[in-house]
């Protein structure tokens, strides 16, 4: 009888401390879905929302780094001048938490197929990873991940070698 209270309460207290932490991943998961949403929905406003004024993002090249202010002022000139219509196909997102080092934190991960339209007519198919760090119910950083020669290419940009002699 006293393994078996021993085996109720060791359930209990694991069943309570997964449904914490299930409770935070599906909050963290919730604020990237929502600010995906704005995304699409070309709400640069609704995307400034989202992000703390520590932002720093990331990607999708080496060395390209951007902060709140100027991701919000970037992504208001695109809408405007740009982008038609980006819709998030086959969008999957999972949250981890990251113990110890540089990235400690609580992490979602989001997956996705991106069809991007210009308002000059191009369009664009592109698999997309997005990795946003949490704190405090906003977003403080991302890292963005995707072939941009690739997306190039569906524009019709041609990449070439530079000559031997330069």
Known sequence: ????FLLAMTTLFLGGCSSATDKVNAEHIEL???????VEDMDFEGMGNYLDEKYMGLGPSYGDTIYKADAVANWKENVTNLYKKIS????????????GGINEGNWVGNWAELAIEYQ?????NIWAN?????????I???ITFYNEADALRQLGYKIVA???TE
């Not at 009888?1 to 078996?4: I, Q």
């Not at 998030?88 to 113990?99: F, P, R």
């Not at 000059?120 to 664009?124: D, E, N, R």
């Open 1 to 4: 009888m006293k393994y078996l």
């Open 32 to 38: 990237v879905n929502k600010y995906i949403k704005s």
């Open 88 to 99: 998030y196909t086959k969008s999957k997102t999972a949250a981890v938490h990251i113990e």
């Open 120 to 124: 000059s007519g191009g369009k664009v």
């Open 130 to 138: 997005t990795n946003y760090l949490i704190e405090n119910g906003k």
């Open 140 to 142: 403080i950083r991302s």
């Open 162 to 164: 530079p000559a031997a």
